[in-house]
C-alpha cells in the first residue's frame, strides 16, 4: 500500500518561530488534507489541498503532487499550535480512503 | 452548533461487554467514517457509509458493527470486546469525492 512519511517527527519550538513540515507519499494522490490534532485530543482539518498552494492566516501548505511530498508551513508560532500534525492522502482510483501519516509532533514554549 | 458530535466521550468497560458509539452530524454531507486512533497516535480508518451505504470495510473485526440509520447518523457496536480494542474512536464526515473531512471529537474507550 501507499506510504505516507512525515518529517520531522519532533520539533521543539520557541513562540514566533517559523517551521515547516513535510509529508512524502509513495504512490499517485488525488487528496490530500492537513490536520492538527491539538492536546485536548481534537482533529481539526487545517487544509484540503491535493495541489497548490492555500494560506490561512499564519498557516499555508503547498502540494507538488508529481513529486510527492507536500509542506505546512507554521509562522509565528504560538504556543496554541502545540500538537500533532497529520498528513492524510487518498490514493487515486480509491474512494473517500484516507491514509494518515505518522504524524509531527509540535511543541511550542513561550 | 456542533459540527460532527459522538457519544459518549469516554467508554469504560469489562473484556467480553458490548458497546455502542453514536455519531451524528449536521453538515449535511452524504459520507461517514470510523477511525480507530491507537496508543501511539497511529489513526486508520475502519468503515465508511455513503448515503447509508457501506463503501469501506477495512480488515476489521467482524466483532464491530457499523450502522447507519440516515445519512446524518453512523454508529458503531462492538461486542465482546476485548483488551486490543481500547483505543479512541473518531467520527468523521465529508461530501464524497474527494472532499475534506472533518472529525467529532473522540470517543476514548478502555477495556478493563
Known amino acids: 500500500g501507499i506510504q505516507v512519511e512525515q518529517s520531522p517527527p519532533d520539533l521543539i519550538l520557541q513562540e514566533g518561530a517559523n517551521s515547516t513540515l513535510r509529508c512524502n507519499f509513495s504512490?499517485?494522490?488525488?487528496?490530500l488534507q492537513w490536520f492538527h490534532q491539538n492536546p485536548w485530543g481534537q482533529l481539526i482539518n487545517l487544509f484540503y489541498?491535493?495541489?497548490g498552494t492555500k494560506q490561512n492566516g499564519r498557516l499555508s501548505a503547498t502540494t507538488v503532487a508529481t513529486e510527492r511530498y507536500s509542506l505546512l508551513y507554521i509562522s509565528s508560532s504560538q504556543t496554541t499550535d502545540s500538537g500533532v500534525y497529520f498528513c492524510?492522502?487518498?490514493?487515486?482510483?480509491?474512494?473517500?480512503?484516507?491514509?494518515f501519516g505518522t504524524g509531527t509532533r509540535l511543541q511550542v514554549f513561550p | 452548533d456542533t459540527a460532527v458530535s459522538q457519544t459518549p466521550k469516554y467508554l469504560v468497560t469489562q473484556m467480553g461487554n458490548d458497546k455502542s458509539i453514536k455519531c451524528e452530524q449536521n453538515?449535511?454531507?452524504?459520507?461517514m467514517y470510523w477511525y480507530k486512533q491507537d496508543s501511539k497516535k497511529f489513526l486508520k480508518i475502519m468503515f465508511s457509509?455513503?448515503?447509508?451505504?457501506?463503501?469501506i470495510n477495512e480488515t476489521v473485526p467482524n466483532r464491530f458493527s457499523p450502522k447507519s440509520p440516515d445519512k446524518a447518523h453512523l454508529n458503531l457496536h462492538i461486542n465482546s470486546l476485548e483488551l486490543g480494542d481500547s483505543a479512541v474512536y473518531f467520527c468523521?464526515?465529508?461530501?464524497?469525492?474527494?472532499?475534506?473531512?472533518?472529525f467529532g471529537p473522540g470517543t476514548r474507550l478502555t477495556v478493563l
Open positions: 453538515l449535511g454531507h452524504d459520507t
Open positions: 492524510a492522502v487518498e490514493r487515486v482510483k480509491n474512494t473517500d480512503k484516507l491514509i
Open positions: 457509509y455513503n448515503n447509508k451505504e457501506l463503501i
Open positions: 489541498i491535493p495541489s
Open positions: 504512490d499517485s494522490v488525488n487528496n
Open positions: 468523521a464526515s465529508s461530501r464524497r469525492g474527494k472532499q475534506a473531512q472533518f
